[in-house]
């Protein structure tokens, strides 16, 4: 009888007991949520941490060594670079680089300025050379090899008279030297 009656009750109550059932299966999901996730997240986290904490003194001595390295990179490019009793030696390489293109050069003008970096001057030359337009190119190219460390500013080629093969090319480089010898 007691069965009937719990039978006859749940006919009766199906909305409700679907609604219970379904309040106790979201009771049960957001306590799993809650405790059980939360301490799983925290056991990351210190998992985390503790990871951290061990790579840490290795990546200190990863930027110790990183220093040394760059510090020693720059000191091999310092080296490169001439000093300043040597630019007429520059100027002589620029003139062979000239030649060596069949370009004739014309008027060379320089100016010497401080930089901001410690020991280094900086020489903005402007010169101009004539020539056929293909070597004028080689000769921009022939340019980057020159020793220690130059730039060029500026590049502009012009021609006097359209009928002829003669170009024109205005140039400015800034070459850098040493200020002193060690």
């Not at 939360?38 to 003194?57: E, F, G, I």
């Not at 205005?170 to 060690?182: H, M, R, S, V, W």
Request: aromatic share 8%; net charge positive.
């Amino acid at each position: 009888m007691r069965k009937a009656l719990a039978l006859q009750i749940l006919r009766e109550n199906r909305i409700l007991v679907t609604a219970l059932l379904l309040a106790l299966l979201v009771c049960c999901s957001l306590w799993y949520a809650t405790f059980r996730q939360s301490s799983q997240l925290a056991q990351l986290q210190s998992d985390w941490n503790s990871k951290r904490r061990m790579t840490a003194p290795r990546a200190e001595a990863q930027r110790a060594d990183n220093y040394q390295r760059d510090k020693e990179q720059l000191q091999q490019l310092y080296a490169t670079i001439p000093y300043r009793h040597e630019f007429p030696r520059v100027i002589s390489e620029i003139m062979d680089f000239m030649a060596l293109r069949g370009a004739t050069s014309g008027g060379m003008s320089y100016k010497v300025r401080k930089t901001d970096l410690n020991g280094l001057l900086a020489y903005t030359m402007t010169c101009s050379a004539s020539g056929s337009y293909p070597g004028l190119k080689r000769l921009i190219g022939d340019l980057e090899r020159l020793d220690g460390i130059s730039t060029l500013d500026s590049a502009s080629f012009s021609t006097p008279d359209a009928a002829l093969e003669k170009v024109v090319l205005d140039l400015q480089l800034t070459i850098y030297l040493q200020e002193k010898q060690p």
